[in-house]
């Protein structure tokens, strides 16, 4: 009797932990999905190649082709690149939530002017020194 009982405990344990499991997997593919579709629909709304996105964030070409696949999901400092030359915050790439507009403060105004030049001149994004002079 304690034998059948403690077998049943342990399958009912066992299907409770691989249902967790799938429940898991299905929920991290939709984030990935989610991440995956929104990184391409602004890729592609800038005009920007999957190459030039690689060059801009640090990674290869694979990496992102993996990541709008939804193979994969970008690291957090990725997403915080990606995020930075998209314009957007990293929450709206997660999420979807908000307006997907990150606020306008200098350092990120500068820093899409960074990403900006560096697509149009082939210059890296490191290579590139901004000197800001403001006057009254």
Do not use: C, H
Not at 63 to 68: H, L, M, P, R, Y
């Amino acid at each position: 009797m304690i034998i059948a009982q403690l077998s049943f405990l342990y399958l009912t344990v066992k299907w409770n932990l691989s249902y967790l499991t799938v429940i898991d997997q299905l929920y991290m593919e939709k984030i990935k999905m989610t991440v995956a579709q929104r990184i391409t629909e602004i890729r592609q709304a800038r005009g920007w190649s999957m190459t030039e996105v690689a060059n801009l964030t640090g990674v290869t070409t694979s990496a992102v082709s993996n990541w709008e696949a939804g193979n994969s999901i970008p690291r957090q400092e990725s997403l915080e690149k990606i995020a930075r030359i998209f314009g957007v915050t990293k929450a709206f790439l997660e999420t979807g939530e908000g307006s997907g507009e990150a606020p306008q403060d200098v350092l990120g105004i500068l820093s899409r002017a960074k990403s900006q030049l560096s697509l149009a001149t082939g210059v890296a994004v490191d290579q590139i020194v901004l000197d800001l002079r403001i006057s009254a």
